[in-house]
């Protein structure tokens, strides 16, 4: 999907997949490993049996986006990151782990002979594709940030305050903040703003938007 090789029945078949508790969805989305292989270990994930990947998931994620599935990113995405909260909060040490259990909010675990070892804590290069990355781009939904173009892309869902302050792309510095259909932004360059489709031509300084 992520090549745009499936059809558009073929993509719904393998979304179906990505929402699928017993494949790779549920509480716990992406494993490395479908939950129906036969060598998914369930328990600690044991590297590539099953534990959970950053970089794995971030490209799943852009796979959906690409074929218009925001919904299910967004609730994967929400979900892997609920995930990553709770295990730094829970867990000790407190980390950002190389790799998650596919079943709990903990880190995932080597298997070696009888013994089992942690994955590698303070993993801030992939791992930190959660925190940043899919934070910003599938909670929040600015989906699409292009420096070259000066262009922001923010797919809106709900109607309470939201947004993001001090978002840097380029040479640009921006704040976009939402609060029902008032949209407030500050900028010290202009660029573009889509919200829902919907373009709002940014200036440099302080300005409101009334979303159409």
């Known amino acids: 999907m992520l090549a745009e090789v499936p059809g558009r029945k073929q993509a719904a078949r393998l979304v179906e997949y990505a929402q699928d508790e017993d494949e790779f969805g549920g509480q716990y989305p992406w494993p490395s490993?479908?939950?129906?292989?036969?060598?998914?270990?369930?328990?600690?994930?044991?590297?590539?049996?099953?534990?959970?990947?950053?970089?794995?998931?971030y490209m799943s994620t852009k796979a959906l986006e690409t074929y218009g599935y925001h919904d299910v990113a967004h609730e994967n995405a929400r979900r892997l990151l609920a995930q990553m909260s709770e295990t730094y909060k829970t867990f000790e040490p407190h980390s950002i782990w190389e790799c998650y259990s596919p079943s709990a909010a903990r880190p995932g675990q080597r298997v070696d002979g009888e013994?089992?070892?942690?994955?590698?804590?303070?993993?801030?290069?992939?791992?930190?594709?959660?925190?940043?990355?899919?934070?910003?781009?599938?909670?929040?939904?600015?989906?699409?940030?292009?420096?070259?173009?000066?262009?922001?892309?923010w797919r809106k869902t709900g109607w309470g305050e939201q947004g993001i302050r001090n978002l840097r792309f380029?040479?640009?510095?921006?704040?976009?903040?939402?609060?029902?259909?008032?949209?407030?932004?500050?900028?010290?360059?202009?660029?573009?703003?889509?919200?829902?489709?919907?373009?709002?031509?940014?200036?440099?300084?302080?300005?409101?938007?009334?979303?159409?």
């Open 33 to 57: 490993v479908s939950r129906s292989d036969a060598d998914y270990n369930g328990t600690v994930g044991d590297y590539w049996r099953g534990g959970v990947w950053l970089p794995l998931a």
């Open 115 to 153: 013994n089992l070892t942690l994955v590698a804590q303070d993993f801030c290069g992939w791992s930190a594709l959660g925190p940043i990355s899919l934070f910003i781009e599938n909670v929040l939904g600015f989906y699409n940030i292009d420096a070259t173009a000066r262009l922001v892309e």
């Open 170 to 212: 380029g040479d640009v510095h921006t704040d976009i903040v939402a609060d029902g259909d008032t949209v407030r932004v500050v900028s010290d360059k202009e660029y573009v703003l889509k919200v829902n489709g919907k373009k709002y031509k940014v200036k440099a300084g302080t300005q409101a938007f009334t979303l159409k």
